[in-house]
């Protein structure tokens, strides 16, 4: 039986990784005339930008200054994303869980600051009895840490709970801990090689949470 539900945050409940991807776009090809491929930044989601910056060093070369790319890309992100609003199916699957008498947790490779500022900011952060971020743990996703703390706080078996994911990172550290999950990409991972997952949908509104839980129950 079902106890708890597992969040992701970044291209789950709002859509960070395509106003990420439009924005390194934006800012390398402006400075580089370099043409990012969304097939190679979406390798890099759901984990930190360590594999990513990599990417582009190896691309670009020495001419490569991070933290200007950094910057400017961030400044184009923030705009991109002050007016978001979480993806559709979201609240209701948050109402669900807490009306289903789940235990409700986030796990994120991102920072403490960045997922409470956006969740308060979509009036979602009450939805959630723990918060697990990059902060809490010495390795994020694709490592398993994140979900092994989640269940620590949860006090409930790999089996007890399910994993909600946008990004393969984030699908191989669900697998790693033995969770099951169910995938829900965003434009930027839908033709990411996801394997070996219990449910993939394109939108938490193609079907409702109880129906979720009833074939993880089945």
Known sequence: MIKAAIFDFDGLILDTETAWYDA??????????????LEDFA??????????????????????N???????AWKLHSQYVSDAKAREGVTEYLQGAK??????????????????THLTNLNLLSYFD?????????????????????LENLGVEAHEAVVFEDSLNGLLAAQKAELPTVIIP?????????ENYHLKLNSMADMT?????????G
């Open 66 to 72: 991070i933290d200007s790319i950094r910057e400017e």
């Open 24 to 37: 390194y776009k934006e800012v390398l090809k402006r400075q580089f005339q370099f043409n990012l491929p």
């Open 209 to 217: 949470l109880k129906e979720v839980l009833k074939t993880l129950d």
């Open 186 to 194: 965003n434009p930027v991972t839908a033709g990411l090689p996801f």
């Open 43 to 64: 390798k890099c989601v759901g984990s930190n930008d360590t594999m990513f910056l990599s990417y582009l060093q190896k691309e670009i070369g020495s001419q490569l």
């Open 99 to 116: 009306d289903q008498g789940l235990t409700v947790s986030l796990a994120t490779s991102s920072t403490t600051e960045w997922a409470t």
């Open 130 to 150: 723990f918060l697990v971020t990059k902060d809490m743990v010495d390795r994020v996703k694709p490592a398993p840490d994140l979900f092994l703390k989640a």
